[in-house]
Each structure stands twice: as C-alpha cells, then as structure tokens.
C-alpha cells in the first residue's frame, strides 16, 4: 500500500483570479500529487487547498506553492475577514495511509527549513510539531496578525522555530506542523439570534471547559437568516462528532431553539462518519474493517 499524505495549506488570497488560477496550476504541477479540492472565499479574502499524495511530492508541493504566494500575494495590501499572519498563512501535514504522526512531524520541518533556507519566509511549527505548548495552538500563534508579528516576535518566547526575529516584508511569516485530520463540523439552529449560537459555542468548545478536542464559535447565516455553532473537530476519535452535536441539542433546550440540520465541509475521513452512524444505529459488536465493503476494494486492513 503506498504512503499518503494529506497537505491543506491556507493563502491570504480569495479575489484575485490570476493569483488563484496559478496557485491551482502550481497545485497540479508535481507527479505523484493530487488536488483534491481548490477553495476560495472573497470575504474572507483566502484560499485553501487540498492535496493528497506521496510524503515526497507533498513536500514540494508545499513549497512550490509556498514560493508563488511568497511572489505574488502583498500582505501589506491585504483586507479580509479571516485573521491572516503570512502569505502563505498555514501548512498542516495529516497522515492519511500507512504515514505516522511522527513523520508528518519531519516533514513539516524540513519544508519548513527549505522555506526559510530558499525564501527566507520564517515559520513556527504548530500542533503536533509544536516546540512549546504555547505553540500548539494556532490562534494563540496567529494573534496580532501580519501588522502585529513585528513586534511580537521580538518578544523573548515567541523567536521564529525557523527564521529571524522579523517577517518577510510582503509574504509574513508561516504555521507549519503536523496534525490529525480536522473536521469542520457545523450544526444549524432554527433561530436567527447569534447570541444563543455563541453561548453555546462557549459551553462546548475546548478552550472555554467543553470538549478538549472542539473549537468552536457561533455565526450568523447571513443568507438563511439563522444562527449556526461552526466546529473544527481537531480530533475525531478524542471527540466523536456525535458527542458535540448531542450537547449543543442539550444545550438547545434551554434557549428553546432546536437543531434543524448540520453540515460538513470539505473532506472528512470516513471514520468520523462511521463512528456516528454506529452511535446512532446503536450496532453491536461493528467493526468497520470487516463490515465496511469499501475498505475490503482498497485492502485496508
């Protein structure tokens, strides 16, 4: 069975039609990577890619898309909603087939090397490859943004783990690191007041006493005119889906609002869906290795 790694870099750009068009070709440029998915968002000015291939062809993958965004994206003419620290803002590693953590891990040091030996774009590593815990975190990273880092980084704990104590003047600087596949997770209310989204973002999330694997925030759909509990699973098995979504039903009642539907966005591992469907079902003895066709056709074992 051959390795694969899945690679989700983040670019401070979601407007510009030349940039995006060539960070897509540069994305399909490597032999023995794919493009799984390619989004952009004006609002939030930012593009995420998904690649999943080979440790060898992500690595230069990475980079290659790295050295266009370093080119061709100016943070300092940079508006947009999502907060933002470099051009190429965040590269995370996740072990898809018969890859570990660990070597994830590697990779997102070398490439981050290469980075800084080739680009001289500095780096933290984050989550699991993160030298600290304060550095585990990526919003704790990422606080103070592209305008606040100059001055941040010449703070005693936050030196670069590769770099000078000072970002690229256009591209910023970059979180790199190993981490488990993410689950962006969100669960819909029949109710267009974000108060009620927020508190109960508040009670499930992490970082606030929930769940120890859950971020969490409450947002308004614009569109729909309802408030939504939008979730980064970032660790399915550590916390199932099915145990944030029962606590935010719970958690409705006393707001009395209800669930009217959820959603996942982009790729998700079938794991975390197939945890919830034997929750739910309630299925004795399961063992999707055996039970599941598909992973019979691609010999997982």
Not at 41 to 58: A, F, K, M
Not at 86 to 114: H, L, N, Q, Y
Not at 223 to 232: E, L, P, T, Y
Request: hydrophobic share 40%; proline share 5%; aromatic share 8%.
């Amino acid at each position: 069975m051959p390795k694969l790694v899945e690679c989700i870099p983040n670019f401070s750009e979601g407007r510009n039609k030349e940039i995006l068009d060539k960070l897509q070709a540069v994305a399909k440029s490597v032999p023995g990577c794919m493009l799984f998915d390619f989004q952009s968002d004006e609002n939030h000015n930012r593009c995420v890619i998904t690649l999943v291939g080979s440790p060898e062809s992500v690595e230069e993958v990475a980079f290659q898309l790295t050295k266009t965004a370093t080119e061709l994206i100016d943070l300092r003419k940079h508006e947009g909603a999502h907060p933002r620290m470099g051009a190429t803002d965040v590269i995370p590693f996740v072990p898809t087939m018969d890859v570990t953590v660990e070597e994830c891990v590697e990779m997102s040091k070398r490439v981050a090397k290469r980075i800084w030996d080739e680009l001289k774009v500095p780096s933290f590593l984050y989550e699991d490859s993160a030298t600290s815990p304060d550095r585990v975190n990526l919003a704790k990273i990422r606080k103070g943004q592209f305008e606040g880092m100059p001055e941040k980084l010449l703070q005693p704990e936050w030196a670069p783990d590769y770099g000078e104590r000072k970002i690229h003047p256009t591209a910023g600087i970059i979180a790199i690191g190993a981490r488990m596949p993410l689950v962006a997770f969100n669960v819909n209310l029949d109710t267009a007041d974000l108060e009620v989204a927020k508190k109960i973002a508040k009670i499930i999330r992490g970082s606030s006493g929930g769940f120890k694997y859950c971020k969490a925030i409450g947002v308004k759909l614009e569109d729909r005119n309802i408030a939504q509990v939008s979730m980064n699973m970032v660790n399915y098995e550590g916390t199932p889906l099915y145990r944030t979504f029962e606590a935010i039903r719970t958690e409705c009642k006393r707001w009395g609002v209800h669930i009217i539907g959820s959603e996942v966005v982009g790729l998700t591992p079938a794991k975390a869906l197939l945890d919830v469907a034997e929750y739910y079902l309630q299925i004795e003895n399961f063992d999707a290795h055996k039970q599941v066709m598909e992973y019979h056709l691609i010999g997982e074992k």
